[in-house]
């Protein structure tokens, strides 16, 4: 069989793709919350680059008193997300690629979640992030580390199976996702070009960031 073609995905392929990683969306909500929340009962939680909403899903079973906002620039997946949300603490809104339609000290947690490779400038997005969380608040940045292990062996799965001629379009979404993401490093010289300070966890392929806004200025 031919190797499937490897277009930019759908948004039923993205969903399918969404729901096959659900269970490792999981378990890194589980790391981040073991992580970075501490005292987050009755908390606002802002995600950034939501997607159809399964990092939010997610969250809410470990945070259900939490008033959880998710925001993305995709309508399609945003509706979809909004149609499968039984939830009154969940909330979806679309925005501007930068622009974040929040006001200023807004969020007790702001994150982004494998979402940073997206962004053409995405120190802005980081910025913007900083202006709408809440002083003594934290921004969490969670994003594929593109020179781990993990991810360079995926890599050689993937032309493997490209040569082979059984690689699909979720082989090539992941791999286009290493392939356009951060290194750990990049991201560090974003933070400390800033005067940021910042702790650093990982989990699996992803790369955790905690910054505390109030002690986050060198």
């Known amino acids: 069989m031919g190797t499937i073609s490897e277009d930019n995905i759908n948004i039923s392929e993205f969903i399918t793709l969404s729901k096959i990683t659900k269970q490792r969306t999981l378990r890194r909500v589980k790391y981040i919350v073991n992580f970075a929340f ?10 950034v680059g ?4 399964i990092f939010l899903n997610c969250l809410n079973i470990i945070l259900r008193s939490n008033l959880l906002i ?19 603490n ?3 809104i679309q925005n501007s690629e930068i622009s974040l339609p929040f006001k200023p000290n807004s969020f007790d947690f702001v994150i ?17 992030m900083e202006r709408v969380t809440k002083n ?15 991810a360079r062996l995926f890599s050689l799965y993937y032309f493997l199976k490209k040569m082979l ?12 996702s290493i392939r ?36 986050e200025k060198k």
């Open 165 to 176: 001629g059984i690689s699909n379009k979720f082989d090539f979404a992941l791999y286009n």
């Open 112 to 128: 982004s979640d494998t979402s940073l490779h997206h962004y053409r400038e995405p120190l802005k997005m980081i910025l913007e």
């Open 90 to 92: 969940i909330h979806f």
């Open 50 to 53: 939501c997607g159809i909403g």
């Open 180 to 215: 356009n993401s951060y290194t750990l490093y990049e991201v560090k010289l974003f933070l400390d070009k800033n005067n940021f300070t910042y702790k650093i966890g990982r989990n699996g392929i992803c790369f955790i960031v905690l910054i505390n806004k109030g002690n």
């Open 136 to 150: 003594e608040g934290k921004i969490i940045i969670s994003d594929i580390n593109s020179k781990c292990y993990l």
């Open 70 to 88: 998710g925001v993305d620039i995709d309508y399609e997946a945003l509706n979809y997300a909004n149609k499968q949300n039984n939830d009154n």
């Open 38 to 47: 501490q005292n987050s009962q009755n908390k606002n939680v802002l995600l």
